[in-house]
């Protein structure tokens, strides 16, 4: 669909522009991150748009988003053969990084789902 997409062009906008010029090889794992995450956000966007207004989904979205985040910095860490104690911290980092953007996302479709109930357009 189109949010994905807008995800992945406006969270790679950003990402380049705090990258140097031209961006080093590195820059393709966070590629393969965004790309990742935005096919997740996808299908998951589906299941939290029919529950959210009738249950807590709070805590399983920011759970989920922790948890990817941690899994991520494990596969490439693991695909380039950089596991090692010394990683413990990038792993909290991006857990905490990502259950930060879990709360941020769940808040905007928690305001959307709202806006669209109080309007009548959803069940």
Same mark, same amino acid.
């Given at each position: %669909?189109?949010?994905?997409?807008?995800? #992945?062009? +406006?969270?790679? *906008? &950003?990402? $380049?522009?705090?990258?140097?010029?031209?961006?080093? *090889?590195? =820059?393709?794992? /966070?590629? @393969?991150? &965004?790309?990742?995450?935005?096919? /997740?956000?996808?299908?998951? !966007?589906?299941?939290?748009? !029919?529950?959210?207004?009738?249950?807590?989904?709070?805590?399983?979205?920011?759970?989920?988003? *922790?948890?990817?985040?941690?899994? $991520?910095? #494990?596969?490439?860490? *693991?695909?380039?053969?950089?596991?090692?104690?010394?990683? @413990?911290?990038? =792993? +909290? +980092?991006? %857990? /905490?990084? =990502?259950?930060?953007? %879990?709360? +941020?996302?769940? %808040? $905007?479709?928690? $305001?959307?789902?709202?806006?669209?109930?109080?309007?009548?357009? =959803?069940?």
């Amino acid at each position: %669909g189109l949010r994905p997409f807008c995800f #992945f062009v +406006i969270a790679h *906008a &950003i990402m $380049l522009a705090g990258a140097d010029f031209p961006p080093p *090889a590195g =820059f393709l794992w /966070i590629t @393969l991150s &965004i790309a990742v995450v935005a096919v /997740i956000q996808w299908f998951y !966007t589906a299941w939290l748009l !029919t529950r959210l207004a009738r249950t807590r989904t709070f805590f399983p979205t920011v759970g989920m988003f *922790a948890l990817l985040g941690g899994v $991520l910095t #494990f596969l490439f860490a *693991a695909f380039r053969g950089a596991l090692n104690a010394q990683l @413990l911290p990038l =792993f +909290i +980092i991006d %857990g /905490i990084v =990502f259950a930060v953007y %879990g709360m +941020i996302y769940w %808040g $905007l479709n928690y $305001l959307l789902v709202r806006k669209q109930k109080k309007n009548g357009n =959803f069940d």
